[in-house]
């Protein structure tokens, strides 16, 4: 077995804060997070290649044909998926590969890639995520509401990842989540003889 | 399910310092240590309760009959066994428990007990298995040999368990053990809703 790095699929509901897990987990030169591919069009701000890889149709379905992503789905009419070169590339040099999709993506890379290692993170409760979704002040009552609805549903399937780590603070929820990726690193079935 | 602690099972081949690991874990106050119980006689400078159970070969097999004990075995015809009772009362109180054992015994533990946490301790390499051996002083040549073997095959063994920690230096590995218990922790299956 080679000491590659290792796949890892974070999810969680919107406002539990997972981006910003993951941006503190990007502070260690080991870890790297996978940019998805879609054919949506940029909206204000976003940029190609950091926020996304804004693809036409036809590149996407090409790319979907010549096996080139982890996972992909359609949602709204659009596609989005997880390139798997970089990926690979980046596992082989050693690195852990954060994937951050919803949970119908993560069962999807379970099924062809069983070895990836599936982490939720849950808000501390309900209140909070209430709190945080309506602390953002940009959406209407309705899409709170919800979201609120379509939190308690993905929680309902956290029992299916591997791992779930609460995100009370940035700092701890990022420490417990290097943790489990030092320990996964130290599984049996990993070892490097 | 309840916040219980957790079996924790450590296996390593004689010289490889497990014994030294597990002192430093025991200053983590979540930590326990099961202590044997046995049939054979005390040698000197070892204590009741402390170095191990003394028991008579009746109340050894009234706590076999009992069902008191997690695994037990018999060598050179004495029994060895790991009580069940005050192993059980620390996890409840919330104490990740200890075991020291050979490979075989965790072979029973995880039978009976499939949740149970088992830690292969591995040393450096053969080469310093082999300095740490002579480094005793105490063992003639055959027992040194005879314990090398030993290892070889335990090593061949270490597949089976969980985890595979490299003890390197005391520190380290004791290090690795605390992360692979936090992780275990925030495993899914055990998440407490």
Redesign the interface.
């Given at each position: 077995m080679k000491n590659d790095g290792l796949l890892v699929v974070i999810s969680g509901p919107a406002g539990t804060g997972k981006g910003t897990v993951v941006k503190e987990l990007m502070q260690d030169e080991k870890i790297r997070v996978s940019v998805s591919a879609t054919t949506r069009s940029p909206r204000e701000g976003e940029e190609n290649g950091f926020h996304y890889h804004f693809l036409t149709r036809e590149a996407f379905l090409q790319m979907i044909e010549k096996d080139g992503f982890l996972e992909y789905a359609q949602y709204c009419g659009n596609f989005y998926g997880s390139p798997k070169e970089q990926a690979e590339s980046w596992m082989q040099e050693g690195m852990d590969v954060i994937l951050e999709i919803e949970v119908q993506g993560c069962r999807k890379i379970k099924e062809k890639n069983p070895e990836c290692v599936s982490i939720?993170v849950m808000p501390p409760s309900m209140e909070v995520l209430e709190q945080r979704l309506r602390g953002r002040g940009t959406e209407t009552e309705e899409v709170i509401l919800r979201r609120l609805e379509r939190a308690k549903e993905e929680i309902r399937l956290?029992?299916?990842?591997?791992?779930?780590?609460v995100n009370d603070t940035v700092e701890q929820c990022a420490a417990?989540i290097r943790?489990?990726l030092?320990?996964?690193k130290?599984?049996?079935?990993r070892?490097v003889k």
């Open positions: 939720f956290s029992a299916d990842y591997d791992y779930i780590v417990d943790c489990v030092k320990a996964e130290l599984r049996a079935k070892f």
